[in-house]
């Protein structure tokens, strides 16, 4: 997994209780898992973090900003390798979460991913479609170019 450094950073903070108590953490991850919405016009997930809900937290704003992008990476890198449950739980455990704190984020990424799984499947999407749409809607680079088909012609005369 690609998780740079600021971000591990703001993820052990994140993971200290006396920086973070559980109540507040639950009440984070509920926040930012509650803040995907699914734009259908532009058929993308557009994750839209409202500043104003941050205020109500003990936890400088400037700490809680980095630790939701934090969040939303590895939810990305999360979607991107494909991991389950036992995974996200192991990895968070590395990073030296409780294990309360790991059951509640485990608990909304399974409530989550498999919502994103059920919507898009009844949108005839398959489940690359939905990961590749996750990961193109919360990457912060210009589009580019996927695949191209060359061909090449000549005319003799």
């Known amino acids: 997994m690609e998780i740079n450094s600021k971000s591990v950073a703001a993820l052990k903070y994140a993971a200290n209780d006396e920086n973070l108590s559980t109540q507040s953490f639950e009440a984070l991850i509920k ?9 259908l016009k532009v058929g993308k997930l557009v994750p839209k973090l409202e500043t104003k809900n941050l205020d109500t937290f003990d936890v400088p704003k400037v700490e809680l900003k980095e630790i ?7 939810i990305a890198e ?14 968070l455990e590395d990073t ?5 704190k790991i ?7 399974l ?3 498999f919502f994103l799984i059920i919507f898009f499947l009844k949108l005839q999407k398959e489940k690359r479609e939905i990961i590749r749409l996750f990961l193109s809607s ?7 170019v996927v695949d191209v088909n ?5 005319i003799v005369k």
């Open 31 to 39: 926040l930012i898992f509650d803040s995907f919405i699914v734009d």
């Open 68 to 74: 939701s992008a934090s969040f939303y990476t590895l």
């Open 78 to 91: 999360f979607a991107r390798h494909n991991f389950d449950t036992v995974s996200v739980s192991t990895f």
């Open 96 to 100: 030296g979460f409780s294990n309360e």
């Open 103 to 109: 059951n509640i984020f485990s608990q909304f990424y």
């Open 111 to 113: 409530v989550i991913f």
């Open 138 to 144: 919360t990457t912060a680079s210009f589009p580019h």
């Open 150 to 154: 060359w061909r090449l012609d000549y």
